[in-house]
């Protein structure tokens, strides 16, 4: 019952509890907008004492399921199933994405002459082929032309992989010595991998939502929460890859791409620690996403937050192992891939929603058009901005509707991924 719970939360508020206690789930907008007899549920399945919690039995008798089930309008939703071939798309083409990850960490570690990371990393590429081949499926079965071309997208993608992992695989082979001098490569190779897969998961958003010439909120949402998972992997990637080399690390070109890497993830996650205020870096206490309100909530608590920086200070420090940091920063990388597959399902929920009620135009005026000139650009009469103030950007950041457009926009009208650099996540956990 307590699962159940968890999954009509995440499904009907689009987002996961902090702490899920009935006390914690009943905070936010989210919330507040959920009718009572969807709350009411919820707070039943999420009860504290598990002798308290709806049955099967219960749950099937309660009013949010017979009243849904028995509405007249029932039969013209459109529900995330209409959408299966797209959602299925998107699940797997995250998962790719985290496969790729993870395989970079093992293979950064490998290079780095663990013997502990050979048979992970080998174990990794097998399970990052059958996402390649679950992925590649999926993008073909999609009903329209562009489905066929992300696909073969993605198999020029698989031929770089398989490249790069014959450079890890002589390079190992070699010695450490190899290792470390092949590692820039391998490390920036994958660094790309993971950038081109990330932005043929929002060409597929655009694909899906039909929104060619608009930048919509939940394209903004889901490619910021893939980067953030990609910049953790990062991160991970790289410290595994320099630990057996003390030299090496503490040299100064790698401690300054250290820095770079490290102050990234501060900006993206914000930092518990009073020197990030001194480095310089723009770093929100909460983190860059729930400060643009693309989320109601940080991506990972303060004291993951927390565990992270410590975790962080003790392998640099040689008081832990590889190991234990590959685990507990993957930890982290698997809750914002959670937060990714929450804000996929919601995707899915906005595009039903139109469906099945009379579309509406993306936030009003603010939609703005990919590569549009400046000066083509429809402007609003003075006479009509009182009347239009209701769709503004401000006037409905609180709650965030999935299928509404950003006025954000790079040199060709999509979003910038910033630096290139240095900036990666983990196995699939699918809801």
Not at 165 to 171: E, G, K, L
Not at 174 to 194: L, R
Not at 242 to 263: E, N, T
Not at 291 to 306: F, K, M, Q, T, W
């Amino acid at each position: 019952a307590f699962g159940i719970g968890m999954i009509c939360y995440g499904l009907l508020c689009n987002s996961l509890p902090e702490d899920a206690t009935a006390g914690d789930v009943q905070k936010g907008p989210e919330w507040e907008s959920l009718s009572v007899n969807a709350q009411d549920l919820i707070s039943k399945l999420l009860c504290a004492d598990a002798a308290g919690r709806l049955s099967v039995a219960e749950i099937l008798q309660h009013p949010f399921v017979t009243t849904v089930g028995s509405s007249s309008l029932s039969s013209q939703v459109t529900t995330p199933c209409d959408f299966e071939h797209e959602l299925q798309a998107l699940m797997t083409s995250q998962a790719l994405v985290k496969a790729l990850q993870q395989e970079r960490g093992a293979s950064c570690w490998m290079l780095d002459g663990s013997k502990d990371a050979e048979m992970r990393c080998r174990w990794m590429c097998e399970a990052t082929n059958d996402h390649f081949h679950e992925a590649i499926g999926a993008l073909q079965t999609l009903p329209c032309e562009k489905g066929t071309e992300l696909a073969q997208t993605l198999m020029k993608i698989r031929s770089d992989v398989e490249t790069i992992r014959m450079v890890c695989r002589q390079s190992s082979e070699q010695g450490e010595e190899d290792g470390h001098c092949s590692f820039d490569t391998v490390f920036a190779t994958y660094c790309k991998i993971n950038e081109e897969v990330i932005h043929l998961i929002g060409r597929l958003i655009v694909t899906i939502q039909k929104h060619e010439a608009s930048l919509t909120v939940a394209e903004v949402r889901i490619r910021l929460l893939l980067l953030v998972a990609e910049q953790l992997g990062r991160e991970r990637g790289f410290i595994c890859g320099h630990l057996r080399r003390r030299d090496l690390l503490m040299s100064w070109p790698v401690q300054r791409r250290f820095a770079k890497i490290q102050g990234c993830r501060q900006y993206l996650l914000g930092s518990t620690s009073p020197e990030s205020a001194e480095s310089g870096v723009v770093s929100f206490e909460t983190g860059l996403l729930p400060n643009l309100r693309l989320v109601s909530a940080p991506l990972i608590s303060r004291r993951d937050l927390e565990v992270l920086e410590e975790a962080e200070t003790a392998v640099l420090g040689w008081k832990s192992t590889a190991s234990e940091w590959f685990t507990i920063i993957t930890e982290l990388i698997d809750k914002v891939h959670q937060q990714a597959s929450v804000a996929f399902l919601g995707l899915i929920q906005e595009m039903g929603r139109q469906v099945s009620v009379s579309p509406t135009p993306p936030l009003g005026n603010l939609s703005v058009e990919r590569g549009t000139p400046q000066s083509q650009r429809e402007t609003t009469p003075p006479s009509q901005s009182a009347a239009q103030s209701e769709n503004s950007l401000a006037g409905r950041a609180n709650s965030m509707p999935t299928g509404g457009a950003l006025p954000v926009r790079g040199h060709d009208g999509s979003l910038p991924y910033g630096n290139r650099g240095y900036a990666t996540g983990f196995q699939q956990q699918q809801l």
